[in-house]
Structure formats: structure tokens, C-alpha cells
Nanobody
Framework: QVQVVESGGGLVQAGGSLRLACAAS????????MGWFRQAPEKDREFVAA????????YYADSVKGRFTISRDNTKNTMYLQMAGLKPEDTAVYYC?????????????????WGQGTQVTVSS
């Protein structure tokens, strides 16, 4: 089993920055991919970014490419999402997810473990 816990959400003005963190615990060696998803009110959960635990393959949704950066620190068992140039449409609950196998990173169904989410609100 793997547990993941998000932190770092909050309220920020448009154009500002935030850094989210996702701390993993449990059977870390079973993790192959970790990702960020988000869900805005009355919308479906959508893919944001993902990275293999080895860190070699970051992958981004087109809507955040060039503004968000995903990274991980294996010494701390933590994944990060650095968000810059935030827009009101980035407002959502952001979820961390971990998967045990190589797969299509943008598909939520491929992930095995999920956090509770952290709220990000961007004011205009």
C-alpha cells in the first residue's frame, strides 16, 4: 500500500505562484508514476502533469505547459508541482496520485492511490 498526502494549496492572485507538494509513504518501491490531477466545480477531473518516479519523463497537459513544472525528490519521497502564471481557470482541487506500472500517464483510471486533495484558488 502507498499513501499520498498533498499540501501547499491556497489563495493567490492571477499571475502569482504556488508550489504543491505530495508526500508518499508506505511501499515506495512499488511506485512507477506519480501525477497531478485537478477538479473544478461541476467539471470532470482532468490531468495536469505526471512524472515517472525515476524522474526521467515529465508529461504535461497543454493547458499548463510552460507554466507548471513537476519534479520529485526521491530522498524525501515527495513530488512537487511548481505553478507560475496562475490564471482564474486554474482554480480547482488538486489531487496527487501514484501508479504502480508504466501506463498512459494522463488517464486517471491508471493510478492506484489518491490523496484527499488541496484547494487552489486564483483570484482575478
Amino acid at each position: 500500500q502507498v499513501q499520498v498526502v498533498e499540501s501547499g494549496g491556497g489563495l493567490v492572485q492571477a499571475g502569482g505562484s504556488l508550489r504543491l507538494a505530495c508526500a508518499a509513504s508506505g511501499l515506495i518501491s512499488s511506485i512507477y508514476t506519480m501525477g497531478w490531477f485537478r477538479q473544478a466545480p461541476e467539471k470532470d477531473r482532468e490531468f495536469v502533469a505526471a512524472i515517472t518516479w525515476s524522474g526521467s519523463i515529465p508529461y504535461y497537459a497543454d493547458s499548463v505547459k510552460g507554466r507548471f513544472t513537476i519534479s520529485r525528490d526521491n530522498t524525501k519521497n515527495t513530488m512537487y508541482l511548481q505553478m507560475a502564471g496562475l490564471k482564474p481557470e486554474d482554480t480547482a482541487v488538486y489531487y496527487c496520485a501514484a501508479g504502480r506500472r508504466a501506463m498512459s500517464m494522463h488517464m486517471a483510471d491508471n493510478y492506484d492511490y489518491w490523496g484527499q486533495g488541496t484547494q487552489v484558488t486564483v483570484s482575478s
